[in-house]
């Protein structure tokens, strides 16, 4: 069992690519979809001339049913991906799974409202049942998998396997109506986050996401351990990533400091992701786990202020050296905000927030993830809404921009560290981010 990790290890200097090359193979583990971090390292990829091959977690058919993806989908899948796509779908998670004749867990929730969820209980029994069966569909399906990607790999290619499988909220009609309470509810519709931990639904969705953000990392590297033996005895080498999340030092009153953003109810799966890094890294085999900066996502949106711990990311790039290309950046993102709004006063604004005495208990990094508070969700929510609101247009937002430049330095950084890796576990810091924007 590995030891939770005590303090964050920055990735201190620009690493650069000196492994990969035209011809090697870059394996997506997880399907690409809409704006996030796999784009960044994709492209990255790209640029030295990788073959990719990704997967897909298939789709479901009217009666639940996985399936693969059509024709079409298939496709349009390779398109996005720049690619091909090995079509068995590989869905982590077992919310929709259950032995035959039985309820699975998402069914098992039906009867679930905003007014009951609390004191809902559900039968663990049958949801150890439903995880058996979907953990065994999808260890089986990843053998095929594994199989075939093995035919595909010509002799004398290095290999990096990039995971970016996570999340895995049953599909409940109530939950987003809980969810909102929770990351966005100020004032009497505040609801403590500890509160959905300590409920069934809550102990649920940690174990889903336990499969899909961690154990399928486990799994990754279990069943592809045959293939990195004959990689590796013919001389070549294997890499595998993944994305955590486990805070970001970022520049706070002049000085880069931890911080987080509270309360993130996925931090144990990523703790727990960690933890496989840390057990393969011991056995030799280089994987490791990216905790990346916060940025705005498809899926990040439900947490209601993440993007301001994004924000400083400008103060960084000027500390970091500043130039052409940041002035041009500044430039760009004031033209985004109202007349007679300047970004310094935004700026202002978030440190104002993340200096509020209100707000440093909740930067304890063994204490992660911390629980949320009337007082701070009502700091984080506001802060949030106050500096959208200053925006010409609620669509194009300061923290859009910065999170396509995240995204592009991620990967960048990401790719080049995976040729001769510092470690299991690294944090990618705005400190880092800036100095790879700037180049």
């Not at 964050?8 to 090697?24: E, V, Y």
């Not at 009609?173 to 931990?197: V, W």
């Amino acid at each position: 069992m590995t030891t939770p990790m005590q303090q964050s290890i920055p990735l201190t200097s620009i690493p650069k690519n000196t492994l990969f090359g035209k011809g090697d193979v870059f394996v997506l583990f997880g399907e690409l979809f809409g704006r996030g971090y796999a784009t960044g390292l994709i492209e990255a990829a790209k640029a030295a001339g990788m073959q990719l091959i990704g997967i897909t977690v298939g789709r479901r058919d009217d009666a639940g049913t996985l399936r693969p993806l059509t024709d079409e989908e298939l496709t349009a899948a390779e398109a996005n991906l720049g690619g091909r796509i090995i079509n068995i779908p590989l869905m982590a998670g077992f919310d929709m799974d259950a032995p035959k004749g039985g309820q699975n867990p998402t069914d098992m929730l039906a009867d679930m409202t905003l007014d009951n969820w609390q004191d809902y209980k559900l039968d663990w029994d049958q949801v150890a049942r439903c995880r058996e069966v979907g953990t065994a569909r999808f260890r089986t399906a990843l053998g095929q998998i594994m199989d075939q990607l093995g035919g595909m790999i010509p002799a004398g290619r290095n290999v990096f396997f990039a995971h970016t499988m996570a999340g895995g909220i049953p599909r409940v009609k109530a939950f987003l109506a809980i969810a909102n309470r929770i990351y966005k509810g100020r004032g009497e519709r505040h609801m403590s986050s500890q509160a959905l931990i300590n409920s069934d639904l809550g102990k649920l969705i940690l174990q889903n996401f336990d499969e899909v953000t961690a154990n399928s990392f486990g799994h990754l590297l279990e069943q592809s351990s045959a293939l990195r033996d004959r990689i590796e005895a013919g001389g070549n080498q294997v890499r595998y990533s993944a994305y955590g999340y486990h805070g970001t030092r970022v520049l706070i009153g002049g000085q880069y400091r931890w911080q987080t953003y509270t309360n993130y109810t996925q931090g144990y799966a990523k703790m727990r992701l960690e933890g496989f890094a840390q057990e393969a890294w011991a056995k030799g085999v280089k994987a490791t786990v990216f905790n990346c900066p916060e940025i705005r996502t498809n899926s990040s949106d439900v947490f209601a202020g993440i993007e301001l711990s994004l924000l400083p990311l400008l103060e960084a790039l000027r500390k970091e050296g500043g130039g052409a290309f940041v002035e041009d950046l500044w430039q760009e993102c004031q033209a985004l905000l109202q007349d007679g709004v300047s970004l310094e006063s935004v700026l202002k604004t978030v440190g104002d927030y993340q200096q509020n005495p209100a707000m440093q208990p909740y930067y304890s990094f063994t204490g992660w993830p911390v629980p949320n508070g009337p007082e701070q969700v009502d700091l984080t929510v506001g802060t949030s809404q106050d500096i959208v609101a200053l925006h010409k247009d609620r669509k194009e937002l300061v923290s859009d921009v910065l999170s396509q430049h995240v995204v592009n330095a991620t990967g960048q950084l990401i790719f080049g560290s995976a040729s001769n890796p510092e470690g299991p576990v690294l944090w990618l810091d705005h400190d880092l981010v800036a100095r790879q924007l700037i180049g």
